[in-house]
């Protein structure tokens, strides 16, 4: 694949070896799984053995500690091979990073060298029905009694709910009536839940976006959780989620990185091939244009991919205003390139024989989620541009 990035040779390494691992866990393995409905178990068990799902934990919890950059290499690369997974989002990034930060000595023993082996899964939840992007309004509480909190609410959307062996849980112990005028994201509390806990209820949402880990509606009603299950300090949890949000949103632009190339390469592999007059259609500017224009805008975002994961691993100041540019130019990239694709496929884009059917809505939710690309901008008027808020 023709890409205009260097990588580091850490990053080439990481690229070299998901590259021959696809050779066994294809496009083809993940449409498998997603169709009959169970996660890439032999696949995390390999990454696991293999020191991929540590890149972001410290050695001394059993990980690999080699930071953002890597993991947004490790998932990019799987998703240039047609095998985006959002477990990567839920397990390696949005679990792992509070703990590691705000987590005691006690919750960093139990729960980090299990995310590095494979053996423990994570979700993470923070939407609810009437709370998605506004997540100061969430209404999941929890009440403390004694040595534990009971928990009672509902999230939904939940990736990978069923199949995770914890779910790291935004709740409120404060509510937001209690707080809105003054601080709204003051009052949230931020619990690891046993997804096995009395009161627990999962159910699967039919959604479009075809993920081997699927999505999930989980009720908690009277769920106990021990208050040494708690991450950093009650009442502070929103802040504790928001220090994962700049490198979710630098892996969220890794994976649309990586789709918008690998639809690039269907397309023009198929436009290549397609001769319904007496040349490839690629070779009509009608359709190689597009295509051209898309992988520019695509090669334009991993480099900028690659500057926000530099700029957090260094701490920089402009590191936020960095992972959100990333997020918005790749995102948008890759909405692009499976547009380009899917008009060089023709009618066959729509075909499940074909690999742009399965990715199409894929695209358009990295527009959305984790964060939708509105609320970039509202980031970049405010920051950079020192416009008022608009909302
Ligand atoms: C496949 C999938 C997996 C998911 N996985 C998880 C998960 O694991 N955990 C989890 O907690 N959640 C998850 N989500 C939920 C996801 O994070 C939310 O869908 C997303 O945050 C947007 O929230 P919403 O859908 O409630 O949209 P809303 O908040 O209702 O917003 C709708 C639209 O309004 C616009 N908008 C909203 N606010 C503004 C504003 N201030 N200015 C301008 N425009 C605005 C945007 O265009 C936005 O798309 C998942 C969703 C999907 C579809």
């Known amino acids: 694949m023709n890409t205009l990035v260097t990588l580091t040779d850490e990053?080439?390494?990481?690229a070299d070896a998901v590259a021959d691992l696809t050779a066994e866990y294809d496009h083809d393995y993940w449409q498998t799984c997603c169709r009959e409905g169970h996660f890439v178990d032999e696949l995390w068990a390999e990454l696991g053995e293999l020191g991929f799902l540590g890149i972001a934990v410290p050695e001394k919890y059993g990980g690999e500690e080699m930071g953002i950059p890597a993991l947004a290499t490790l998932i990019e690369t799987f998703a240039a091979h047609g095998v985006p997974l959002l477990a990567f989002l839920s397990t390696t990034t949005m679990a792992p990073l509070p703990i590691i930060e705000y987590g005691s000595d006690n919750l960093k023993n139990r729960f980090l060298p299990g995310i590095a082996s494979g053996d423990l899964r994570f979700a993470?939840?923070?939407?609810?029905p009437h709370s998605g992007t506004n997540a100061s309004r969430i209404r999941t509480s929890a009440t403390r009694d004694g040595d534990e909190y009971v928990v009672n609410g509902e999230k939904t959307y939940i990736t990978d709910a069923a199949g995770a062996d914890y779910i790291?849980?935004?709740?409120?112990?404060?509510?937001?009536?209690?707080?809105?005028?003054?601080?709204?994201?003051?009052?949230g509390t931020l619990l690891v839940v046993d997804t096995d806990a009395d009161g627990i209820e999962t159910s699967p949402l039919d959604v479009s976006i075809p993920e081997p880990s699927g999505q999930y509606t989980v009720h908690f009603d009277d769920v106990r959780v021990p208050v040494n299950n708690r991450i950093g300090r009650e009442?502070?949890?929103f802040s504790h989620v928001f220090s994962a949000l700049?490198?979710?949103?630098?892996v969220t632009a890794a994976l649309a990185v990586g789709l918008g190339r690998f639809v690039i390469e269907k397309g023009a592999d198929y436009a290549n091939d397609r001769e319904i007059f007496d040349a490839p259609t690629g070779s009509y500017q009608g359709v190689q244009h597009?295509?051209?224009?898309a992988k520019v805008a695509v090669e334009q975002a991993a480099l900028t991919l690659q500057t926000a994961a530099a700029a957090h691993e260094a701490g920089q100041r402009n590191a936020a205003a960095a992972a959100n540019v990333a997020k918005y130019a790749a995102s948008e990239a890759a909405d692009k390139a499976m547009d380009a694709a899917v008009q060089a496929l023709g009618g066959n884009a729509f075909s499940h024989d074909y690999p742009l059917a399965a990715l199409r809505d894929w695209t358009r939710f990295l527009r959305i989620a984790p964060v939708n690309n509105e609320m970039v901008l509202n980031y970049v008027g405010e920051n950079l541009l020192d416009l008022p808020r608009s909302y």
Not at 124 to 128: P, Q
Not at 290 to 293: E, F, I, V, Y
């Open 11 to 14: 990053q080439s390494m990481i």
């Open 124 to 128: 993470f939840a923070i939407t609810e």
């Open 168 to 187: 790291q849980l935004v709740t409120r112990t404060t509510p937001y009536e209690d707080v809105a005028n003054e601080n709204p994201y003051h009052g």
């Open 235 to 237: 009442d502070a949890g």
């Open 246 to 250: 700049n490198p979710e949103r630098v």
């Open 290 to 293: 597009p295509l051209a224009g």
